[in-house]
């Protein structure tokens, strides 16, 4: 059973206001992600890290930072929410150099940004 | 680059019928492929893996068999049951990137009816 934490599940806000999605890890895992998920179900990788103080833009372009200070947490924020940001995102993690092991991944936030 | 074709959806089937959800993938390297599912609300689970070619991953009920020569992964199960219905994600992982990131197909919903 996978250990990856998402707050909070849901969130209403309103355009303009600055959010933090929290995502936190108990495995010890060195790499996390953030996908962006749209109504269409499609996933789309938007941050990733190999381990602390390492961060990466994803294969889609977004208006999120992310921050990797500790193992076991990965927040994401966005400085001025707008509707376009509507969507579910997901975390994930797994360990690092080994062939073949799964992403394991959160229960995701669902945002609507009015 | 790598990409994932998916069956589209969604299926609709009957309890206790035969399921097959397509997937055919490109990829340069040796990649692990991944079946995940996701549940109404929740985040993706791993359903299934296989790393290598030949190799058949199978969890609940469910199978796919590595096929190098058909750069194939489909996903079977025997007979569904109502408490399948999810959307399923059929992924790879390419091994010779140290970001082990996932590339996915599109998705596709199962609908399983009494």
């Known amino acids: 059973e996978a250990d990856i934490y998402q707050t909070p599940r849901y969130l209403v806000i309103g355009t303009g206001k600055k959010i933090t999605l929290e995502c936190s890890q108990t495995?010890?895992?060195?790499?996390m992600y953030w996908y962006q998920q749209d109504p269409g179900m499609e996933l789309h990788l938007i941050h990733y890290?190999?381990?602390?103080?390492?961060?990466e833009k994803g294969d889609l372009s977004s208006e999120s930072t992310v921050s990797r200070i500790r193992t076991e947490h990965f927040p994401l924020t966005l400085e001025s929410a707008r509707p376009s940001h509507t969507s579910q995102y997901l975390c994930?993690?797994?360990?690092?150099?080994?062939?073949?092991?799964?992403?394991?991944f959160g229960p995701g936030t669902r945002l609507l940004v009015l | 680059g790598d990409s994932v074709t998916q069956m589209e959806g969604p299926v609709t089937l009957s309890e206790e019928a035969f399921l097959t959800i397509n997937c055919t993938y490109t990829?340069?390297?040796?990649?692990?492929l991944f079946w995940y599912v996701q549940y109404p609300g929740e985040g993706l689970q791993l359903l299934l893996k296989?790393?290598?070619?030949?190799d058949k991953g199978s969890n609940k009920g469910f199978e796919a068999t590595y096929r190098k020569e058909t750069t194939s992964f489909h996903l079977e199960k025997g007979s569904v049951q109502v408490s399948d219905s999810a959307v399923y994600f059929c992924?790879?992982?390419?091994?010779?990137?140290?970001?082990?990131?996932?590339?996915f197909g599109t998705g596709t919903r199962l609908q399983v009816t009494l």
């Open positions: 495995m010890g895992h060195d790499k």
């Open positions: 992924a790879l992982s390419d091994q010779t990137g140290t970001a082990s990131k996932l590339t």
């Open positions: 890290s190999y381990g602390v103080n390492s961060t």
């Open positions: 296989a790393t290598k070619a030949d």
């Open positions: 994930a993690s797994r360990r690092g150099a080994v062939f073949g092991e799964t992403q394991y």
């Open positions: 990829a340069t390297g040796y990649p692990s």
